[in-house]
């Protein structure tokens, strides 16, 4: 995470505990390893991670929130938001000096000024106030044992500060506080005291390399160094390696392959990083289509295509302003989410902090990107959400072959999927992807039929702002009107030809309709396609459906009445 300039908002918001049953119950004590890009447990079914960065990286080495919030509450809560994981960073010098990591919560806070926060801390974890900094962390990595949360811990940093410049003596090997020989010598302790915890399940190596010192030569180097040193400390643990540019760029392991004594163990994952601000410029003022087809191949280029080698891929960080009134994130989050979601990934939300307790000098800084508010004792937004929930499920793996690959529209700016709200509705809404039909569709343009529904109907376009419905099968099925085809970069516009259609409904004169969401928010309808290029300044997320692919079982409906 970068520097961002943040304004403090504190939102209200009551918070409807969901427990997301099933999702958590493998989760505490699993030893894993990969399967071709697969993380996987002991008896080798898929084990998504769906995680939530939560910091203890800051000048106070505490982890953030203990001030707030009795960390069982916070554990349980991120737990019932359905986070199986949580990426939890600290600094080098925790594990590598003995007069920082033997520093009491309350010697560290107030050495740092914040008599505030010791106040916090008395009140909503006075077992943790005066235990050592080192205790602390175990304490929060215990508590989220309780609550069946897989902890990876992250080294972020070096000295402990806030991340990341190309020029804060912490972005590359050989930089002013960053010696090697102490970073290795760091990943080391750590992983030897944690290598008992059995839900700690990874250990990533170093956050967001980068700055003029960066090269890739080196990465091979000391990468391998840092891999093997914990793997031998903790060999259960999941090695986790980062790559250059900010962890954007891991295109370079296209030419040569890591190389560590340990590979036939399945061990290695890699991370990558994704947020608006890398392209903000692009997002504010260029077609979003448009940029998020470049995003999204440039993702490929930089990480994804590791999957297709068959190497595990973690989407360690990405985020967006929880606020929703950032443009660059309303038009980024969605697209990166229909990547997140088209491949199934791994990955760790930023973040779950409301507020820091000291952030770049500022006392009790607001993070807008946080699930929780300033508070820590409510959800932010509980509009976005579902936004994010809608990608913890996994969808596909070892363990989720249950049916043969299917089609879902997924609408990625809601995190909902379009869906028959009945058995017997020819219309359909947009409701939870976990309720889908198997829908079967060909590219580059084909009939979208519901594959496992008497008579195969297919869905059709009836004209502007009208529902899209599923129609009898026969001849109107794979006419003009009921043949889609995607007709924008971001692969999200499903677009039917209305000029080449026998009687043309009125498609405001650009030849398409476009599946679109219609004024109630929920019922899928057809529209004219919007801003499919060129134009900057028009949102098109809400007709945005990605076709996702999937072979999880689907709630059998029973047969349409053929009309
Ligand atoms: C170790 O930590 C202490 C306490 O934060 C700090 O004063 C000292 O400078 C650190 N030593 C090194 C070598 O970084
Ligand atoms: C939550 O997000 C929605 C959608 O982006 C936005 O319209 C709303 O204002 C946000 N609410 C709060 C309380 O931030
Ligand atoms: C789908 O998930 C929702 C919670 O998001 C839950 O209420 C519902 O029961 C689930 N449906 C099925 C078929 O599992």
Sequence with gaps: MRPLTTVSLHVSLCLTLVLLAGHRD????????????????????????????????????VTEGLGRQPVGAISARLAALGFNCVRLTYPTALATNATLSSLTVRQSLLAHGLTESVGGVQVNNPGILDLTLMESLKAVVASLAESGVMVVLDNHVSRPAWCCGDDD????????????????????????????????VGMSLRNELRGPRQNSQDWYTYMQRGAEAVHAANPRALVIMGGLGYDYDLSFLGSRQVGVTFLAENKLVFEVHWYSFSDARAWETQNANEVCGRAAREFARRGGFLLDRGLPLFLSEFGADFRGGDLKDNRFFPCAASVAADLDLDWALWALQGSYALRQGVAGMDEVYGVLDWSWSKTRNETVLPRIQALQRPLRGPGYAE???????????????????????????????????????APPASKLVLRDAAGLP?????????????SATGAACGDALSTWRLVSDSGMHLAVDTAAAPTAPMDGGNGMLC???GADGRSVVTNPCACLRGDGACDPERQWFKLVTSTRSVARKPAMLAS
């Excluded at 912490?170 to 059995?198: C, I, S």
């Excluded at 609408?411 to 309720?435: D, I, K, M, W």
Aim: aromatic share 8%.
């Design 403 to 441: 049916a043969l690959p299917y089609t879902v529209l997924f609408h990625p700016a809601t995190g909902l999927c379009a869906v028959r709200p009945t058995a017997s509705a020819t219309t359909l809404e947009l409701g939870p992807c976990n309720e889908t039909d198997a829908w079967a569709w």
């Design 458 to 470: 297919c869905l059709r376009a009836e004209g502007r702002g009208q529902p899209a419905r599923l």
């Design 515 to 517: 599946l679109d969401v």
């Design 26 to 61: 493998r989760a505490a004590a699993v030893t894993l390893s990969t399967s071709s890009r697969w993380i996987v447990d002991e008896s080798g079914h898929r084990v998504k991670l769906a995680c939530v960065n939560w910091p203890s990286h800051l000048e106070p080495v």
């Design 169 to 200: 003596g912490n972005a590359f090997f050989g930089d002013r506080n960053f010696d090697p020989e102490v970073w290795v010598d760091g990943l080391g302790n750590m992983a030897t005291v944690f290598a008992d915890v059995p839900n700690v």
